[in-house]
């Protein structure tokens, strides 16, 4: 299992390419959650999501051979950009799976960081099929979107960050799709805070890890109907439910209507603009889902790759 010198290596090779993001607080928001909370803005980050730091590490790491055949990713839009940035930056040729009902933004991102760009259907089943055929046709090296060391400790780096920023912390609230991302920050957070209690959250729609974590077993669920199309995978990882099963606390959920109504207070209270899926963990601090009070919360804005149509249903 990963350990947190694996994410501290990461850091090494990720961040003389990443923004360290910054963690922005609201007076409003203490007074609404009832706690003191920093918001860990990964919508600052390079292609608009902390995507980029687990694809650069993957593929940083991969050696002359493997960057040679090219490399193929599978993903619903965050993921391929990073993927497609990264090679970028690395030289590397990238051939990006998404579905064909990607946001028309995440798609031109992709394709103008240089990735070609491959559509399948809607499921992450799909997806998943699509790239492996095509990694079978054409020799490229697959780069995981979550169930992969070096994905899980490149998104860890996040972590190292609000270390160097906060000296206590109480709670850390993480967005989970496929698992990346809270498994490698709940490792660096149980070592830099040891105390701390790491929550992951998820829509209702999407509660296959909600399930899971109750269960103890992966539970795999139909492809989700959420307002998140980062939470829109089916199952998370292996590698990730094993090292959650460790070092998260507790997994929780929030409404579609509760991250919408996050949406607009980052908007109009903080002038941040986050993706519903960057909204979730918010979410759960601003209803206080777990009903603590006084507490030093961090709850991390995992993106902010928002269709600029969807500002309409918003207000609507």
């Given at each position: 299992?990963?350990?947190?010198?694996?994410?501290?290596?990461?850091?090494?090779?990720?961040?003389?390419?990443?923004?360290?993001?910054?963690?922005?607080?609201?007076?409003?928001?203490?007074?609404?959650?009832?706690?003191?909370?920093?918001?860990?803005?990964?919508?600052f980050q390079r292609?608009?999501?902390?995507?980029?730091?687990?694809?650069?590490?993957?593929?940083?790491?991969?050696?002359?051979?493997?960057?040679?055949?090219?490399?193929?990713?599978?993903?619903?839009?965050?993921?391929?950009?990073?993927?497609?940035?990264?090679?970028?930056?690395?030289?590397?040729?990238?051939?990006?799976?998404?579905?064909?009902?990607?946001?028309?933004?995440?798609?031109?991102?992709?394709?103008?960081?240089?990735?070609?760009?491959?559509?399948?259907?809607?499921?992450?089943?799909?997806?998943?099929?699509?790239?492996?055929?095509l990694e079978s046709?054409?020799?490229?090296?697959?780069?995981?979107?979550?169930?992969?060391?070096?994905?899980?400790?490149?998104?860890?780096?996040?972590?190292?960050?609000?270390?160097?920023?906060?000296?206590?912390?109480?709670?850390?609230?993480?967005?989970?799709?496929?698992?990346?991302?809270?498994?490698?920050?709940?490792?660096?957070?149980?070592?830099?805070?040891?105390?701390?209690?790491?929550?992951?959250?998820?829509?209702?729609?999407?509660?296959?890890?909600?399930?899971?974590?109750?269960?103890?077993?992966?539970?795999?669920?139909?492809?989700?109907?959420?307002?998140?199309?980062?939470?829109?995978?089916?199952?998370?990882?292996?590698?990730?439910?094993?090292?959650?099963?460790?070092?998260?606390?507790?997994?929780?959920?929030?409404?579609?209507?509760?991250?919408?109504?996050?949406?607009?207070?980052?908007?109009?209270?903080?002038?941040?603009?986050?993706?519903?899926?960057?909204?979730?963990?918010?979410?759960?601090?601003?209803?206080?889902?777990?009903?603590?009070?006084?507490?030093?919360?961090?709850?991390?804005?995992?993106?902010?790759?928002?269709?600029?149509?969807?500002?309409?249903?918003?207000?609507?």
């Amino acid at each position: 299992m990963l350990q947190f010198t694996d994410i501290e290596q990461a850091y090494q090779r990720v961040g003389p390419v990443i923004h360290k993001t910054p963690l922005l607080t609201s007076t409003t928001l203490n007074q609404l959650s009832g706690n003191i909370v920093s918001l860990k803005c990964e919508n600052f980050q390079r292609i608009g999501a902390f995507k980029i730091r687990g694809a650069y590490n993957k593929i940083a790491s991969l050696s002359d051979g493997e960057w040679k055949r090219g490399i193929v990713a599978h993903s619903s839009g965050n993921h391929a950009q990073g993927v497609a940035l990264a090679a970028s930056l690395l030289g590397v040729q990238a051939t990006v799976v998404m579905p064909k009902v990607s946001l028309p933004n995440k798609v031109a991102a992709a394709k103008g960081y240089g990735a070609t760009v491959v559509f399948s259907e809607d499921s992450s089943d799909d997806r998943e099929r699509v790239a492996k055929q095509l990694e079978s046709e054409h020799g490229y090296v697959p780069v995981p979107p979550f169930d992969d060391d070096q994905i899980i400790a490149g998104q860890g780096t996040v972590m190292i960050e609000v270390g160097m920023d906060l000296n206590a912390l109480d709670y850390l609230f993480v967005p989970v799709g496929g698992g990346g991302l809270i498994a490698g920050n709940a490792i660096a957070a149980k070592h830099l805070f040891p105390n701390i209690r790491v929550i992951g959250v998820e829509t209702e729609p999407a509660n296959d890890c909600y399930q899971s974590f109750r269960k103890r077993e992966i539970v795999r669920i139909p492809p989700p109907q959420t307002i998140a199309d980062g939470m829109r995978t089916q199952a998370v990882g292996k590698r990730n439910f094993e090292i959650m099963m460790k070092y998260v606390d507790d997994v929780i959920t929030v409404t579609d209507g509760e991250v919408m109504e996050t949406m607009r207070f980052l908007l109009e209270r903080m002038k941040i603009v986050a993706e519903p899926t960057g909204a979730v963990a918010p979410a759960a601090v601003l209803k206080n889902v777990l009903n603590v009070s006084g507490k030093q919360c961090c709850a991390i804005i995992s993106g902010g790759n928002i269709d600029p149509a969807f500002f309409k249903k918003l207000y609507a």
